[in-house]
């Protein structure tokens, strides 16, 4: 694992950060000693444009009806 200090890092971060992908991790050292460990997150195999269904204690005719009740109410022109 590379070691970076923290203006090293701070200077290449995009580099750092395609270290940490490539090899698993990097550590960023402070002054005061404190080290800090960069690891990349696993990609999500999932689109973000699926969303979990709603449970609705509602026929799909009342759906309708409310949507269709919304467009012919015409406060928002």
Same mark, same amino acid.
């Given at each position: 694992?590379k070691s970076?200090s ?10 750092v ?10 550590e960023i ?11 990349p ?10 969303v =979990?269904?709603v449970k ?6 009342d ?5 269709r009740?919304?467009?012919e109410h =015409?406060?928002?022109?």
């Open positions: 694992m970076y923290y203006s090293k890092a701070r200077g290449n971060f995009a580099t950060l395609d270290e940490a992908e490539r090899d698993g991790a990097v050292r402070r002054r005061d000693g404190s080290v800090f460990r960069i690891l997150v696993g990609k999500s195999k999932a689109s973000p444009l699926e =979990k269904g609705l204690k509602m026929s799909s005719h759906l309708v009806a409310i949507v009740e919304g467009r =015409k406060s928002y022109e």
